[in-house]
């Protein structure tokens, strides 16, 4: 079992900054990506953002030069620093972990996917 608690949601004008962080803990031995995914009312959940053990990273296109993704390895921490947020942002962000490399992560059915943190809130107003 792996545990998941993310942090870091809030409000913010379009054009602003947050980080969201999340603190992985449990069986992460065998972890090989950590991904963000969200899910905004009435859509589906979308991969947002990957990183794997190797360091590879992987975006969605909408959110790529705007979305960071880092991992703290010693602290088992994933942040996204998310930057120029615009209201098609607002979701729900979750974090996840899964056994593939980043660019296969980011692209996982959320169906597949086996460990979910509860989720934080992100709203972007115009």
């Known amino acids: 079992q792996v545990h998941l608690m993310e942090s870091g949601g809030g409000s913010v004008q379009s054009g602003g900054s947050l980080r969201l962080s999340c603190v992985a803990s449990?069986?992460?031995?065998?972890?090989?990506?950590f991904t963000w995914f969200r899910q905004a009312p009435g859509a589906e959940r979308e991969g947002v953002a990957s990183?794997?053990?190797?360091?590879?990273?992987s975006y969605r296109e909408s959110v790529e030069g705007r979305f960071t993704i880092s991992r703290d390895v010693d602290m088992n921490t994933l942040y996204l620093q998310m930057d120029s947020l615009k209201p098609e942002d607002s979701a729900m962000y979750y974090c996840?972990?899964?056994?593939?490399?980043?660019?296969?992560?980011?692209?996982?059915?959320?169906?597949?996917?086996?460990?979910w943190g509860q989720g934080t809130q992100i709203t972007v107003s115009s």
């Open positions: 996840t972990v899964d056994g593939f490399q980043a660019s296969v992560c980011l692209r996982r059915d959320p169906r597949n996917v086996p460990f």
């Open positions: 990183i794997d053990i190797g360091g590879h990273t």
């Open positions: 449990g069986d992460i031995a065998n972890v090989w990506c």
